[in-house]
């Protein structure tokens, strides 16, 4: 069982609750638990949060999020076209004081694995990239059967 | 005496989120249901700055929030830095309870497991009417 969706939109917070509960469902389809797909929704709510906050300044602009499962995990990119100013943000591995990085640091204990891409397209902006394993002992099995050599 | 504040407006596109404020004892207590994100945040912001108006502690009882992310958690330490540190947050759910735990809020804002030990503890019948504590 496999799958993929694009969506297209412009930055509105409205339309975020229709993603992340799209997302939440998607990890539930993929045979995740509600937990898993309570965290992915989450992680999923703060990257589109900081998008609208920080790539537009709170303003509309595009975004794009690619959603893709299997039946061990899944994997979602978010994209928009802002501005990144330096180096851009990163996924902070401590918690910082002060409120600027808490989103991003919980994006990075909510996923398996996340990481933020700049330039995200060849046309700029920034995409962030996360992905949570749904099933770990079939992953885990997948991976030792794989490091092993067995077909 | 209790208000109502409700984030979905005249559109029903938007996720609905309630905020019910109450005075019990010696506490303004608000009830937040529904979820909060940045579309309805600013039910939230406008209850939490009803609430810092009046010199009692603030209770904010979660039992009935099914979602919220960071943009609730600063509007609670925003109001909370505001108010003399006098606020509190009751009746997480599990979820909720692993994002606190996650950011360590707990050191911050004070968790009560029920809304009944938060009472207790935060404001307690006998306690003169209006003080704050240090």
Redesign the interface.
């Known amino acids: 069982m496999r799958g993929n969706t694009t969506l297209r939109f412009r930055s509105d917070p409205v339309i975020f609750g229709a993603v992340r509960r799209l997302v939440s469902q998607t990890v539930i389809v993929a045979g995740g638990s509600r937990d898993d797909a309570w965290e992915l929704e989450l992680a999923t709510g703060e990257v589109l949060t900081n998008a609208y906050q920080h790539a537009y300044g709170k303003t509309p602009g595009p975004l794009q999020v690619d959603l893709r499962y299997d039946d061990q995990m899944v994997e979602i990119s978010i994209h928009d076209e802002g501005d990144v100013t330096g180096d851009g943000p990163s996924i902070p591995s401590t918690l910082a004081d002060g409120s600027n990085h808490r989103g991003l640091y919980l994006v990075g204990k909510l996923t398996d694995r996340a990481e933020i891409v700049h330039p995200g397209t060849p046309q700029g902006g920034t995409t962030v990239r996360m992905r949570k394993y749904v099933n770990k002992l079939r992953w885990l099995t997948s991976m030792l059967a794989s490091s092993q050599g067995v077909r | 005496m209790t208000s109502d504040a409700r984030g979905n407006g005249h ?1 029903p ?3 609905v989120l309630e905020c019910r404020t109450e005075v019990v004892s010696n506490c303004t207590v608000i009830h937040v249901s529904g ?1 909060v ?3 309805t945040i600013h039910v939230l912001i406008g209850a939490l700055d009803s609430a810092r108006a009046a010199p009692h502690p603030i209770l904010v009882d979660l039992a009935e929030t099914k ?1 919220i ?3 609730g ?2 509007a609670l ?1 925003h109001a909370r830095e505001r108010h003399d540190n006098t606020l509190a947050v009751a009746a997480l759910a599990p ?1 909720l309870k692993r ?1 606190f735990d ?3 809020i707990g050191r911050i804002i004070p968790v009560y497991d029920t809304l009944k030990a938060a009472l207790s503890t935060v404001c307690p019948p006998s306690a003169a009417s209006g003080a704050r504590r240090p």
């Open positions: 559109d596109r938007r996720a979820e994100d940045l579309a979602y992310d960071t943009t958690i600063h330490l979820t994002i996650v950011l360590e």
